[in-house]
């Protein structure tokens, strides 16, 4: 027995077994408390998000010698209709006074300040988010919003800024661990009581997938506070999501094959073994594809983006080692019993030969050629509802799946001040060079209002308030004109950055991802499947429908937010994200299909092997597909948009890789295209056999590839 074999038979073994169990136990006892340290080990500051090369980032490094880069100002509004009153700006100015006390704010408090129109006063506020990050900003808002809505009658007050943006965006996503832990511990149990049909069975993947969940939080938790990982809210919510659905579908794949050897050997321990044999080298090639697709976003300008790959990277690998350890493990531990009432007697014959997907491959056979066409043109048909797609980024109010009252404070604060109070454009230059870049500052339109220089050292600091709001198309291009402006001063080394010139450059970035990544990550998978098929076409063609899968989810998808959901547009991630995501997710569902119909194409010829491969695939792949789907669907439940549409596009494109893609478009194209599809590979040249061996019976032990059955 090889060494590769012995290592897969440990968790089998009448003693291995133990040992897997017990090693588990430990680790659990050990990684346990830092798993839980994770979520307040999280950098949600705005350098843990942005390209770290930009403009906007450099400006943000140098700010600190002038100001806090860990603050946020909060726009405290008042507003009376009929015109602010002597007893409201009394008021004001006592609430001012006030704000000084409140928790976590620090710095010089400006206001208040009345609008032209005499209807609305201002008041800027600073809160320290240097110990407490944005968990600062929700107790700050809270106690600014009570003692400036206490007392006088008939003023509204609003409290908007970056300030009460960041207020509200941290109130979205407080929880969010633990809403889509719940979430999606709650969808994965009812289809794993669907799919099984058993009241204990589900315990066991859940079990595993949780386990393998805590251990990969521990494991980054170690690696954010050892190796200078960097670890978001994004990141953290996205791993829960990953590890428990692709955790489920290797853990559905497993038992399936288990089950079916189950039939094949009375004793528990060989037929786990050949399970495991069978099973685990496609488990492994998917969990390497998706492993790798994932590190590819190290290549990524984001460094919300670049954190991410490693993130979800780590997630994958362990949740491949505990469906392959552990689960093995905790079922022949459990044996047959785990399965029941329906469970697996030796001698009985497999189901899945006369099921529903034999019915469907047996209908796609007559006409493959008419159903990978008409397949495809219904896909593309779906694809044209990219052209309606607008992933340049989401402003303040769009953010939101609600309309916060920070959101609302911006729309009133534009009707009686400049729309850009509190969010400024900032001009970092050489100490000299600060009058002349202040003056350059004032003339470029869309600034309303400059400070004069602050100098400190080698460096001279001006803001400009911004005409319009700093979210909007108006105010980025207001930034493209004041950088061309600042640069073309002489010897002043201007730099441009501020909140609007963030937006600016991290919607840049992202296109540059876009551009960069997305090819090597078809790169990178498609080199997988060429090693795992030992073919070039097929490989090609798997790549072909599974873009095409991606392009049509994200057509649906597009309209969908415009005239379902009414969303402003997408995130500016959102394309690469949701491409990462199906592309190597996606293939998953391929490997396991085309590595069975490789196999049986070798005895039975490759149509009829397709026939085979897809009958014994397509229950445990549909249910796999049902579950990965359903748990991506869950960050449709979080009232941030990012992570809506993700969320959406990503359960639509598996439902559509599952049910149309893999089981109809793939397989009619393996049908049409016969032998030829394993160009050049010897199998290219093998042509059916006139009868099927009867070595194919359902008591003879199956080909290697007979993994997903």
Same mark, same amino acid.
């Given at each position: 027995m090889s060494p590769a074999r012995r290592l897969a038979a440990l968790p089998c073994g009448r003693r291995g077994k133990w040992v897997v169990l017990a090693v588990w136990i430990v680790l659990l006892l050990a990684l346990g408390p830092l798993a839980g340290k994770l979520t307040n080990a999280e950098d949600n500051q705005s350098s843990s998000w942005l390209p770290g090369s930009a403009e906007s980032t450099q400006v943000?490094?140098?700010?600190?010698?002038?100001?806090?880069?860990?603050?946020?100002p909060a726009v405290v509004l008042y507003v009376r209709d009929s015109g602010i009153t002597?007893?409201?700006?009394?008021?004001?100015?006592? %609430?001012?006074?006030?704000?000084? &006390?409140?928790?976590?704010? @620090?710095? +010089?408090?400006?206001?208040?300040? *009345?609008?032209?129109?005499?209807?609305?006063?201002?008041?800027?506020?600073?809160? %320290?988010?240097?110990?407490?990050?944005?968990?600062?900003?929700?107790?700050?808002?809270?106690?600014?919003?009570?003692?400036?809505?206490?007392?006088?009658?008939?003023?509204? !007050? +609003?409290?908007?800024? *970056?300030?009460?943006?960041?207020?509200?965006?941290?109130?979205?996503?407080?929880?969010?661990?633990?809403?889509?832990?719940?979430?999606?511990?709650? !969808?994965?149990?009812?289809?794993?009581?669907?799919?099984?049909?058993? =009241?204990?069975?589900?315990?066991l993947p859940l079990l595993s997938s949780g386990l393998a969940l805590t251990a990969a939080e521990a494991v980054i938790y170690l690696l954010v506070k050892h190796a200078g990982l960097t670890v978001n809210a994004q990141s953290a919510g996205i791993l829960v999501v990953l590890v428990i659905g692709a955790g489920t579908d290797y853990a559905l794949l497993l038992v399936a094959r288990y089950r079916e050897e189950l039939r094949r050997h009375e004793d528990r321990h060989e037929a786990m073994a050949e399970a495991m044999h069978r099973a685990g080298p496609a488990i492994l090639a998917s969990a390497a594809t998706v492993a790798l697709s994932m590190l590819c976003l190290l290549f990524a300008q984001m460094n919300s983006t670049s954190g991410l790959g490693p993130v979800c990277a780590?997630?994958?690998?362990?949740?491949?080692?505990?469906?392959?350890?552990?689960?093995?493990?905790?079922?022949?531990?459990?044996?047959?019993?785990?399965?029941?009432?329906?469970?697996?007697a030796f001698g009985t014959a497999e189901p899945t030969e006369r099921g529903v997907w034999a019915r469907v491959g047996g209908g796609i056979s007559r006409r493959p050629r008419? !159903?990978?066409?008409?397949?495809?043109?219904?896909?593309?048909?779906?694809?044209?509802?990219?052209?309606?797609?607008?992933?340049?980024?989401? @402003?303040?109010?769009?953010?939101?799946?609600?309309? =916060? %009252? @920070?959101?609302?404070?911006?729309?009133?604060?534009?009707? +009686?001040?400049?729309? &850009?109070?509190?969010?400024?454009?900032?001009?970092?230059?050489?100490?000299?060079?600060?009058?002349?870049?202040?003056?350059?500052?004032?003339?470029? *339109?869309?600034?309303?209002?400059?400070?004069a220089p602050k100098v400190l050292g080698d460096h001279a600091y001006v803001t400009g308030t911004l005409s319009a709001a700093p979210d909007s198309q108006a105010a980025k291009d207001t930034v493209d004109r004041a950088r061309a402006a600042e640069h073309a001063v002489s010897g002043a080394d201007a730099k441009v950055g501020g909140n609007t010139a963030v937006l600016l450059d991290t919607q840049r970035a992202?296109?540059? %991802?876009?551009?960069?990544?997305?090819?090597?990550?078809?790169?990178?998978?498609?080199?997988i499947l060429a090693l795992l098929l030992r073919a070039v076409l097929a490989p090609v063609l798997l790549i072909a429908t599974v873009v095409l899968s991606f392009a049509s989810a994200l057509g649906v998808s597009s309209l969908a937010f415009t005239h379902l959901?009414?969303?402003?547009? $997408?995130?500016?991630?959102?394309?690469?994200?949701?491409?990462?995501?199906?592309?190597?997710?996606?293939?998953?569902?391929?490997?396991?299909?085309?590595?069975?119909?490789? $196999? $049986?194409?070798?005895?039975?010829?490759?149509?009829q092997g397709a026939l085979a491969g897809l009958a014994a695939t397509g229950g445990v792949i549909t249910s796999a597909g049902l579950i990965l789907a359903s748990t991506f669907g869950v960050l449709g439940t979080l009232p941030v948009v990012g992570f809506a549409e993700i969320g959406f596009a990503v359960c639509l494109g598996v439902l559509l890789d599952t049910l149309v893609v893999r089981s109809i478009l793939v397989t009619s194209l393996t049908m049409d295209l016969d032998r030829h599809l394993w160009w050049p590979s010897a199998l290219s040249q093998v042509t059916a056999p006139a009868t099927v061996p009867a070595a194919r019976s359902?008591?003879?032990?199956l080909p290697e590839a007979e993994h997903t059955s």
């Open positions: 943000l490094n140098l700010q600190g010698q002038f100001s806090s880069t860990q603050s946020a002597a007893a409201d700006r009394t008021k004001a100015a006592a %609430d001012a006074a006030a704000f000084a &006390g409140a928790p976590h704010v @620090s710095g +010089h408090i400006t206001g208040p300040v *009345p609008a032209r129109d005499g209807k609305a006063l201002q008041t800027i506020i600073p809160v %320290d988010l240097s110990t407490g990050g944005w968990n600062n900003l929700g107790p700050a808002v809270d106690s600014l919003r009570a003692t400036a809505s206490s007392g006088d009658q008939g003023l509204t !007050v +609003h409290i908007t800024g *970056p300030g009460g943006v960041g207020a509200d965006q941290s109130k979205a996503f407080s929880g969010i661990d633990g809403t889509l832990l719940y979430a999606t511990l709650g !969808v994965v149990i009812l289809l794993l009581l669907l799919t099984y049909r058993s =009241p204990t069975l589900w315990l780590i997630g994958v690998v362990v949740a491949l080692a505990a469906m392959l350890t552990l689960l093995p493990a905790l079922l022949v531990i459990t044996g047959r019993w785990i399965f029941w009432p329906v469970k697996p008419l !159903v990978w066409i008409g397949t495809t043109l219904a896909l593309g048909a779906l694809a044209l509802g990219m052209f309606s797609l607008k992933a340049d980024g989401l @402003s303040t109010a769009g953010t939101f799946t609600n309309t =916060p %009252d @920070s959101v609302v404070g911006q729309t009133v604060l534009a009707q +009686h001040f400049a729309a &850009g109070t509190g969010a400024p454009v900032i001009v970092i230059s050489t100490a000299g060079a600060g009058d002349q870049v202040q003056h350059v500052l004032g003339t470029v *339109p869309g600034i309303a209002t400059t400070t992202s296109k540059h %991802d876009d551009y960069v990544i997305i090819p090597i990550v078809l790169v990178v998978v498609l080199f959901f009414h969303f402003q547009g $997408e995130d500016s991630s959102f394309p690469l994200f949701v491409f990462v995501f199906l592309v190597a997710l996606g293939i998953d569902y391929n490997i396991f299909l085309m590595t069975r119909v490789r $196999e $049986e194409s070798a005895i039975r010829g490759t149509r359902s008591q003879q032990p």
